[in-house]
């Protein structure tokens, strides 16, 4: 038990050193007398909690939130990054969330009725939009590549029909 309670000391300290700059956080701890990393995870419960609720649909707007603000956030630290590795990670998150958006669009009437839709939709944003899970490129492999490979790679005729019209969108717009 106590190899669980160092792991768990070691990560509540890894939050208070990230966060000493926090002026807001510092406020917290120096008002209570507790640590800057029991704010962030009392902050991150009563999050999860507001989705769980879904009262008056905040739920899916604090979804939405997480899916966007996370990888945004990495996405603007890939742009001044010089690999390409964390690009292409984020390109197939963004992509496997169109995906997910597109989806989610067309068969709204039935999630609908899914007990506590928004707190899993929240987890699975979690789980392909923080890079180190690695989620992104797991259901990009097996779900969307088989597909995209099959109707939109290997199917030129879609290629250059959407091809063209780009080009005639392209051409036909004036600046």
Not at 136 to 148: D, E, G, L, Q, R
Request: net charge neutral.
């Amino acid at each position: 038990m106590s190899a669980y309670q160092a792991q768990l000391k070691s990560f509540l300290s890894n939050i208070d050193s990230k966060t000493a700059g926090a002026p807001g956080l510092g406020h917290f701890e120096t008002q209570t007398g507790l640590p800057r990393s029991y704010a962030i995870l009392g902050a991150t419960g009563f999050y999860f909690v507001l989705i769980f609720l879904n009262i008056g649909g905040v739920g899916q707007l604090l979804s939405n939130i997480a899916g966007f603000v996370i990888p945004g956030y990495y996405s603007l630290i890939a742009l001044e990054t010089t690999t390409s590795k964390d690009d292409t990670q984020l390109l197939t998150y963004w992509v496997v969330f169109a995906f997910l958006n597109v989806i989610e669009f067309w068969s709204k009437a039935l999630l609908y009725w899914v007990p506590f839709y928004f707190l899993f939709k929240t987890i699975f944003l979690l789980y392909i939009g923080i890079p180190s899970f690695g989620g992104a490129t797991t259901i990009y492999v097996n779900v969307i590549k088989p597909f995209s490979q099959k109707y939109i790679v290997n199917n030129k005729s879609i290629s250059s029909k959407v091809d063209d019209v780009a080009e005639g969108i392209s051409t036909g717009a004036e600046l």
